[in-house]
């Protein structure tokens, strides 16, 4: 029995993960839209069912970055680097959210 409560948290999770994936898809598509708030909410339910979501992490921290939160962008870009030293998009955000915020944007 307990092999398949396991094996539920397992599905669980990689279903968990397969929604996370497809509203972090929607979120880009947002962003590109233009739509940075849209893009936000779904970068937020993606994280929401996977707090660990390296590419929703980058995509909310640039999100916050377009709409003048940078400081905050600069957070989720440094959890990522925590959990991935070598995430190449979050180093390049993070060098703008930077810049961002000695500029006072």
Not at 15 to 29: F, K, L, P, T, Y
Not at 45 to 68: D, F, K, M, T, W
């Amino acid at each position: 029995e307990s092999t398949g409560s396991s094996l539920g948290a397992e599905l669980s999770r990689e279903q968990s993960r397969s929604w996370a994936d497809r509203r972090v898809r929607e979120g880009i598509a947002r962003a590109r839209a233009g739509n940075q708030a849209g893009a936000l909410d779904c970068y937020q339910a993606a994280l929401e069912l996977c707090p660990r979501h390296q590419q929703a992490l980058v995509g909310r921290g640039a999100a916050l970055v377009n709409v003048g939160r940078p400081s905050e962008g600069l957070r989720d870009f440094d959890r990522v680097l925590k959990l991935d030293p070598e995430d190449v998009n979050a180093r390049k955000y993070r060098e703008i959210a930077e810049k961002r915020v000695r500029e006072g944007a």
